[in-house]
């Protein structure tokens, strides 16, 4: 297995992370999601993608989101993390992430916040967003589900609430919802 930087300017690359994400989450809504972030302002080309026999079997990226100090930080957002049917349950989605968490060393955002699975993702060092005094950007986060992990350039006493990129919101993509 090979993890790597997505090659966006690549169609072929692109159609195979789009069938990717739409087969891990079922239909089309996340893969429009993915998209439309893309195109917005809070795309960093932070994307990742998992190769087995040439062939795109995961994908992560990262976006920009921020944290409402006396001044806004910039963070990262990691969503969405997917890993087609056929590779779960392999290490496909913990190689990505961890590889992917790995190549964001160097970066200057403090924070990586998610939305997902406290047992999937303590492996890697997220912990619960609160203890480190952030707040969720919804009532629709489940506490547990709000997740943050510290990156080389945090500094304790950065807390705040997390602001979503508005195309979050305009795809639906926060929180557990109907």
Known sequence: MIIRPERSEDPAETAAVHAVVGAAFGGDRVPALLEAMRADSCWRGL??????????????????????????????????????????????????????????????????????????YLRFGFVPAETLGFTSPSRFIPQPAFQALPLPSYAPGLTGALVYPDVFWRYGAVGLRD
Request: avoid cysteine; charge should be negative.
């Open 47 to 120: 994307s990742f993608v998992a190769e087995e026999g040439g062939a795109v079997v995961g994908h992560v990226a990262f976006t920009r989101g921020w944290v409402d100090t006396s001044d806004f930080r910039e963070v990262l957002v990691l969503s969405p993390m997917s890993v087609h049917p056929d590779a779960q349950h392999r290490g496909v989605g913990s190689a990505l992430v961890r590889e992917a968490l790995e190549a964001l060393q160097g970066r200057p955002e403090p924070v990586v916040f998610l939305e997902g699975s406290p047992r999937y």
